[in-house]
């Protein structure tokens, strides 16, 4: 008998699934165990399976021999009856597993019962059909079964990959329950991320509309004086739970026209209180609420109007501050309000004032932190004051300082970690400081100490975000940190597991966007995850899904670019999408159309480069420009235009000396000089290249 496809489940299967496992790695197998028999199928979902559809069973009972088999009189008869009264076999995989004659044996079984095609894997550590130590497919999964045994065809066995750097848990998990469902990933986890989703909104959603009614019969009640104290009273606990707890919910579900609405007619409340009415309670409520009305409408795109309700915080907030320097509270509301301001410069690409408003943070969060030592609150925001000065540094290349700073705040953020071990903010923080060290020693050319960091943090993140699938801003924290190792296997020209994990930046970048298409941020994340994917494909010769991916992202910034503000990231975004443009057209061999679109995206990105001098990641980018607009001049005979363009790309790295270049820059560098003909002193760039194992992309275009 040779292996087919299962074509349905037969009422009489005691189980749902057996789960196949070696002992040491029997916690997966628990977890496993406990995902699926608490797993209910989401409502609408259709099976591909002709025999399942409609019945939308759960998977349990699920098998487990070490929770099933306490009182059996022989183990390898009870693993074969319940082997036979199973739907699937789902086997855990590792080199242990690989190596287990029992996990070989449980998959012979299952294959001579002629189900072959209902078993599934489970990939948590190893390397599939790598035939050696790391070998995670025990021996039964890798070849067919045929006419009574295993024959010598390879088998491709159905995988989800629960690796960092892979599907990961959280995806792994889908993959798997689709699988054994019969159904459609995508509808599987577009429905399960829209229940969790309607779960939470049906508790915020009754809290916004009590909170609305509340503060609007405040509002009428400040003109009554009897009631005017018992309403007020009744207001400012409200706000201070709209300020607190409903924000966070609707930060979690990335409802920002919901808290919109609420925090407009919050500030109706402020306005209609009389001067007597306004106390340092109620300062203090308005400062948190245009904070947030200001983050709101900055991750909407309304930036001018989000620097309006900051400046107004800071004014309000520095009132209380210099009122009673010893209130910490105060201190660092001032703090964060000129954080805030920073963040508005540093996103219209205005590093310099941006870092000077981040300067301003310190000392304040330093004397916060010897009025109250070891306070945790106080730890945190001095490695958030810290983090936003580094990342400055960073992007004006200032690279050995910025990784001092961002090590320094690892220590604080695993401090945090210790004192407070439940605390998922804190958790994040050191996921978070991962990403930046990994980010920084990436750029000084130490390849594989970033990839360590990287994975560090995806682990982090997913491990939060499984323990609450819906909420979305730790979703959007996965997916920018699958974006990031992406691109640490990127330049290291392993191309296969960077499109992987841009892909699954995509895929949750996409369930964020269609949830709530308002959110700005978002939208722009989703747009530079479609341009990372598109610069593998291209790099790996995948043309037409490239293409795919370069539409995608033009749209988004085309959608995102006519809101009232362009924030520098958008426009630079729209810049390096038609840089990709012209690189796929001069793949295509359509020289004309490179060159319209790589002039275009140069004039783009100079325009942003001139706006800061300072800024070394606009100037890489106008760079990249200047290579391929020259690549499309040479295309379409403009040999001379070509070599000028060139030249004058080349003069914007010239005083970075090569040692101290980040290899994106030194590439770019040494590609220029190889054009120009400069040949020997390209040699030696490339040559320290090859020594830190990154791949060049550009160097053998022609």
């Known amino acids: 008998m040779t292996e087919t496809a299962a074509v349905g489940e037969p009422p009489e299967f005691r189980y749902r699934v057996f789960i196949s496992y070696c002992h040491k790695d029997s916690k997966w197998a628990g977890w496993l165990h406990r995902t699926l028999e608490s797993y209910k199928p989401p409502g609408g979902i259709t099976s591909r399976n002709p025999t399942l ?207 919109m609405s609420v925090g407009n007619k919050a500030m109706e409340y402020f306005s209609a209180l009389h001067d007597e009415d306004v106390d340092d309670i109620v300062l203090s409520q308005r400062t948190k609420m245009l904070t947030q009305i200001g983050n709101t409408r900055l991750d909407q795109g309304e930036v001018s109007a989000a620097l309006e309700s900051f400046v107004k915080a800071r004014a309000i907030a520095l009132r209380l501050a210099e009122s009673d320097p010893l209130n910490t509270e105060w201190q660092i509301a001032l703090a964060n309000s000129h954080f805030w301001l920073g963040l508005v410069h540093w996103q219209k690409g205005e590093l310099e004032a941006a870092g000077e408003a981040f300067q301003k943070v310190i000392p304040i969060v330093d004397l916060v932190d010897r009025l109250e030592p070891g306070r945790p609150e106080w730890l945190a925001e001095k490695g958030y004051a810290y983090t936003n000065l580094a990342r400055v540094l960073e992007l004006q290349g200032e690279l050995v300082q910025s990784l001092d700073l961002y090590k320094d705040i690892a220590i604080i953020n695993n ?131 490239a293409q795919v991916a370069l539409n995608e992202s033009s749209k988004l910034w085309a959608e995102l670019l006519p809101l009232a503000d362009q924030k520098w990231s958008w426009r630079t975004g729209k810049g390096l999408t038609m840089v990709y443009q012209s690189l796929l057209a001069l793949e295509k061999g359509d020289g004309l159309q490179s060159r319209t679109l790589s002039s275009t995206a140069r004039a783009i990105l100079a325009d942003l480069h001139a706006e800061d001098l300072n800024n070394l990641e606009s100037r890489k980018n106008l760079v990249l420009a200047g290579l391929i607009d020259g690549d499309a001049h040479t295309a379409t005979d403009e040999k001379q235009a070509a070599i000028t363009i060139w030249t004058e790309a080349l003069k914007l790295l010239d005083p970075v000396p090569v040692a101290d270049r980040d290899p994106v820059s030194a590439e770019l560098s040494a590609t220029l000089m190889s054009r120009l003909g400069l040949v020997d002193q390209a040699s030696v760039i490339l040559d320290r290249l090859d020594a830190m194992g990154y791949q060049c992309r550009f160097i053998s275009t022609n």
Request: with cysteine; aromatic share 8%; charged share 25%.
């Open 415 to 545: 401090r945090l970690l210790e004192l407070e071990p439940d605390n998922t903010d804190y958790r994040l923080e050191v996921g978070f400081a991962h990403n930046n060290i990994g980010k920084v020693v990436q750029s000084l050319g130490r390849l594989k100490e970033a990839e360590k960091h990287f994975v560090a943090d995806l682990e982090i993140k997913q491990a939060v975000s499984e323990s609450d699938p819906a909420n979305n801003l730790w979703l959007s924290y996965l997916s920018t940190s699958y974006m990031f190792l992406g691109r640490n296997y990127m330049v290291r020209g392993e191309y296969s597991m960077a499109h992987d994990a841009y892909s699954s930046a995509v895929d949750i970048g996409s369930s964020l966007h269609r949830f709530d298409p308002e959110n700005t941020e978002w939208s722009q994340r989703l747009a530079e995850y479609y341009l990372d994917l598109a610069a593998v494909d291209i790099q790996s010769g995948i043309l037409e899904s």
């Open 53 to 259: 559809r409609g019945r939308q069973k759960p998977l349990s009972p699920v098998f487990r021999d070490r929770e099933e088999l306490s009182s059996a009189a022989s183990l390898s008869d009870a693993v074969r009856l319940s082997l036979e009264a199973s739907a699937n076999l789902v086997v855990v995989c590792s080199p242990d597993a690989a190596r287990s004659r029992w996990v070989n044996e449980e998959i012979l079984t299952f294959k001579r019962l002629g189900r072959s095609g209902r078993i599934f894997c489970f990939i948590v550590d190893g390397e599939p059909n790598s035939t050696d130590e790391t070998e995670c497919f025990p021996q039964a999964l890798r070849y067919q079964w045929s006419d009574g045994g295993l024959s010598d065809l390879p088998a491709e066995p159905l995988a989800a990959d629960a690796r960092p750097g892979a599907d990961g848990r959280s995806l792994a998990r889908l993959k798997l329950i689709a699988g054994l469902l019969d159904v459609n990933l995508d509808e599987l986890t577009q429905r399960d991320l829209q229940r969790r989703n309607r779960r939470l909104l049906a508790v915020t959603g009754g809290a916004v509309a009590i909170a609305i009614l509340t503060v609007s019969l405040a509002i009428m009640a400040v003109l009554s004086k009897a009631e005017a104290q018992r309403r007020r009273e009744q207001a400012e606990n409200l706000i201070e739970f709209m300020v607190g707890d409903l924000n966070q919910r609707l930060q979690e579900i990335g409802r920002l026209d919901i808290f």
